[in-house]
């Protein structure tokens, strides 16, 4: 297997390192070691690693001799605590690798470093609104335009960027936006926002997308208490008093200090029935029906 030259470009770092693992795992020999009265099969010393991998990375392009053995020795602590490398008794995450008689070995699940991408998604998923032509009346062929007297330094200013013909700039005239215009972008929004965490390619497995309402997203969105709960335009839909009140004393347990009534042994247990017990006889749960599968992908 030999060293290939990792040129600059994107992810430049974990190629290097993939690259560098894959001819550490696949080159460093491994023999059978004695220690404390047991031999052990398929392992190294850390000094045995320190010099082929030392050696390895003096003749590669990719780093050259200027590497010392201390530099080597940072990279072998950095193998041992991504799992690069294990001690004979299967022990990482640390760095405590030390250039001594200590045996490691290699675990058996690959190490190397997957490259960073985006989940895939539709990006045809936001539909916006179609805009109209531009309303009767405001050509703009009639719009006086003050000439330009073009000498050298001018025409190069202009075509330093782009060599050719410059196109005429254009007023783009834009209706304003209708209240179906701004629902419209917010649902396309938020479904695309949902896709993208999801990582899926639709939405059709896990929500109808029919079924969501801009106006509620709207409302979620704005109509929010300083405590950043949603405020309801149907008061009779909130939940009681004692309800908020027994969840906040869950969630605050076991400092209730703004309860008034004494606590006993198993009090908290009977607060979360009490809970369940409301939760329990509703028609439908807080999340619909409709939405459920999305919110359990989603967590």
């Known amino acids: 297997m030999e060293h290939r030259i990792v040129g600059p470009g994107p992810y430049r770092a974990t190629r290097l390192w993939n690259e560098t693992v894959e001819l550490f795992r696949a080159k460093m020999p491994l023999g059978k070691h004695r220690c404390r009265f047991k031999s052990y099969e398929h ?3 850390a000094a045995e690693a320190v010099d082929w991998l030392h050696e390895l990375l003096r003749c590669s392009q990719n780093f050259g001799p200027e590497v ?17 490398i294990e001690d ?3 022990k990482w995450g640390q760095e405590d690798f030390e ?20 989940p895939p998604y539709q990006k045809d998923v936001i ?8 309303a009767p009346g ?13 000498n050298s330094e001018m025409w190069y200013k202009r075509h330093s960027i782009a060599i050719g013909e410059v196109p005429a700039c254009r007023l783009v005239h834009r209706r304003q936006l209708t209240e179906a215009n701004v629902e419209e972008i917010w649902k396309s929004m938020t479904l695309s926002y949902l896709q993208k965490i999801l990582g899926l390619d639709s939405l059709e497995e896990v929500l109808d997308i029919k079924l969501v309402n801009s106006k509620f ?3 979620n969105v704005y109509s929010v208490s300083k405590q950043g ?20 004393c869950l969630a605050n347990w076991p400092n209730c200090s703004d309860l008034k009534q004494p606590m006993y042994l198993g009090f908290e247990k009977d607060v979360f029935k009490t809970i369940a017990d409301y939760y329990g006889h509703l028609k439908e749960p807080l999340l619909t029906f409709h939405l459920f599968d999305a919110f359990v992908s989603v967590l």
């Open 43 to 45: 392992c190294f010393t």
């Open 68 to 84: 010392t053995r201390k530099q080597t020795v940072q990279l072998l602590k950095k193998f041992l605590k991504n799992h690069v």
């Open 88 to 90: 004979i008794k299967g």
């Open 99 to 118: 250039d001594n008689r200590h045996l490691y070995r290699f675990p058996p699940s690959s190490p190397l470093k997957p490259y960073p991408k985006k």
């Open 127 to 134: 539909k916006f609104p179609e805009w109209n032509d531009p």
């Open 138 to 150: 405001t050509s703009q062929e009639n719009i006086p335009v003050r000439p330009v007297v073009m």
């Open 217 to 219: 997203i709207i409302h």
């Open 229 to 248: 709960v949603v405020i309801l335009d149907d008061k009779s839909k909130e939940l009681p008093h004692w309800v908020l009140s027994a969840m906040k």
